[in-house]
């Protein structure tokens, strides 16, 4: 017969295997997590840095150019106060300015080359020299971009800066514009000097093209977040998801396989408490659980010993005066031997009952005794049979037989302890048969062991209860039919006997009961003598 077990469909390496998993998506998520928040924060960072850079295109600004402005503004104020008596060497100084290329480190490469265009203006917008043709005045100066920056820094201001309004960019950022104010060393304003550089030779930096740059500068950061960072992470993040996964993975198998022991029964069992985390004191709860449970079913088992053994005594004497009563009024008052009788049949059923009550409980406590040795099936039948029959003819009409094989041998057991298992096995046919049913009992001879088997053609047991036949305190059909114990109390017997039980049954075609029994050894009579049965935990 299968064995029935609750958590059968929940194997703890499936649970502990999702979590393992889980645990190592967690850390690997956290390690690509720390990824996107670098590359975010790398992107916030060169859009507030270099936003205009990625907005605009071509050339937005150049340091060297805007320092290369202001300091021709300060070698010039001599330069202009001599202008006053000879115009032209002021000319000659813009010109002597670009036969020398001044190099630089920015965009544009210099400050000032041969075809950097110089101008110089007085407070009142006359050109005073410059190195364009054609230009005599502030109006004249193209771009515009170029005039607004004279504006400035004859209005006195100095801010080079690049928000500052003396450095612009012009013609769609292909030319840089600037202007710085001239002073005297007594602070008189002589007028401005501007530089306008030529316009680049191949075409601005567009916004894809800036796309493109951050994209590949983004490139760079992340391969080297991840050769640096990220894959150490991930490499630590998973050894340290092992680790962590496997003590826990161990606390919970432990928790696991102690919960399994508890529904079998092994009420003794604890759980080793690994960690002093939650699920280590998760483990020590279970513990006091478990020591709980434990008290509580020792209470039990000896609150049913002591009554059924205070109830055995009464019984008796219940027993015995009711056959009295019957011998008496046999002859006297015909009209109460069936009252009588019936009395004496309960008696019989209850003492049964406290019988299986007082078993039950030796069995907890490893006390019951058991006296192997060979049994004649036939000589065990022919009790039963002939003990259960008027009972069975008058609950119903009910047939009891029996059958044993010519060559079934003996059986290895104690025959007090099979003729309970068998009596107990009766009695439940008995209650599930109806009027002219029958009941036989026969035997197989099976190799090593010999199968004895009690059929009934009964209303046979619910899919429900079939799953779990033996359980104690269950009744088999009719809640009202029966304790429950007798299915109980003969499992436990026929184990302790080295035997195996099972049944077989179909609603409204009856039931069979078998079970198995070792044959007889030819030296078994040396062996036997008192020992002692070991008990199954049942549910």
């Keep these: ?12 390496r499936l649970l502990t295997g999702r979590l393992s998993r889980t645990l190592l998506v967690s850390h690997l998520a956290v390690a690509f997590l720390t990824l996107v928040l670098v590359v975010v924060t790398y992107v916030v960072i060169a859009v507030l840095t270099r936003g205009d850079e990625l907005l605009n295109t071509g050339i937005t600004y150049d340091p060297d150019f805007a320092n290369g402005t202001r300091l021709i503004a300060q070698l010039l104020p001599p330069h202009v106060e001599r202008a006053r008596d000879d115009p032209g060497a002021l000319d000659e100084t813009l010109r002597s300015l670009r036969s020398t290329a001044i190099p630089g480190s920015g965009p544009l490469g210099g400050t000032v080359n041969e075809q950097t265009g110089i101008t110089v203006v007085a407070p009142d917008g006359t050109v005073l020299a410059t190195t364009l043709e054609s230009v005599r005045s502030l109006e004249q100066l193209e771009p515009l971009e170029w005039r607004e920056a004279f504006r400035a820094a004859l209005a006195g201001t100095r801010d080079l800066s690049r928000e500052g309004p003396l450095v612009r960019r012009a013609e769609q950022g292909t030319m840089l514009v600037s202007a710085y104010p001239i002073v005297a060393p007594d602070g008189t304003l002589l007028g401005a000097v501007g530089l306008r550089t030529q316009p680049v030779g191949h075409p601005p930096p567009t916004l894809a093209g800036h796309l493109a740059s951050l994209a590949l500068g983004l490139g760079l950061v992340v391969g080297d977040f991840l050769l640096t960072a990220a894959i150490p992470a991930a490499i630590v993040s998973f050894v340290a998801s092992f680790l962590l996964t496997r003590r826990m993975r161990s606390q919970l198998q432990e928790l696991e396989a102690a919960t399994d022991a508890i529904v079998r029964g092994e009420l003794g069992r604890r759980v080793a408490v690994l960690s002093g985390d939650e699920l280590g ?8 659980l478990a020591g709980a449970l434990e008290r509580l079913e020792q209470q039990r088992r000896a609150f049913f010993a002591n009554v059924a053994h205070d109830l055995r005594t009464p019984l008796a004497l219940i027993r015995v005066r009711a056959d009295n009563l019957i011998e008496r009024v046999a002859r006297e008052r015909p009209d109460l031997q069936e009252e009588l009788e019936q009395i004496a049949q309960e008696t019989e059923t209850l003492s049964r009952l406290i019988e299986d009550l007082f078993t039950l409980a030796r069995l907890d406590e490893r006390g019951l005794p058991l006296h192997l040795a060979p049994v ?12 259960v029959r008027p009972l069975a003819w008058r609950a119903g009409r009910i047939v009891v037989t029996s059958e044993v094989s010519p060559d079934c041998p003996p059986v290895h057991a104690d025959a007090l302890r099979l003729r309970q298992v068998l009596m107990n096995l009766v009695h439940n046919a008995l209650r599930h048969t109806p009027e002219g049913g029958v009941i036989h009992l026969r035997t197989a001879h099976a190799g090593s062991t010999v199968i004895v088997q009690v059929c009934d053609t009964g209303a046979g047991f619910p899919a429900e209860l079939l799953e779990e036949p033996f359980g104690r305190y269950r009744s088999t059909s009719d809640p009202q039919s029966g304790s429950g114990l007798g299915l109980a109390v003969a499992r436990q017997l026929v184990e302790a006997q080295g035997g195996t039980i099972w049944i077989e049954s179909q609603a409204g075609q009856g039931t069979t009961v078998s079970f198995t029994l070792p044959v007889a050894q030819p ?7 008192d020992g002692e049965l070991t008990p199954r935990a049942s549910t």
């Design 1 to 12: 017969m299968t064995a029935w077990h609750p958590l059968r469909t929940a194997p703890h």
């Design 523 to 529: 030296d078994s009579t040396a062996q036997q003598g």
């Design 376 to 387: 004649d099936l036939a000589t065990i039948f022919t009790a039963i049979v002939e003990s």
């Design 281 to 288: 004191r998760l483990a020590a709860r279970f513990n006091l």
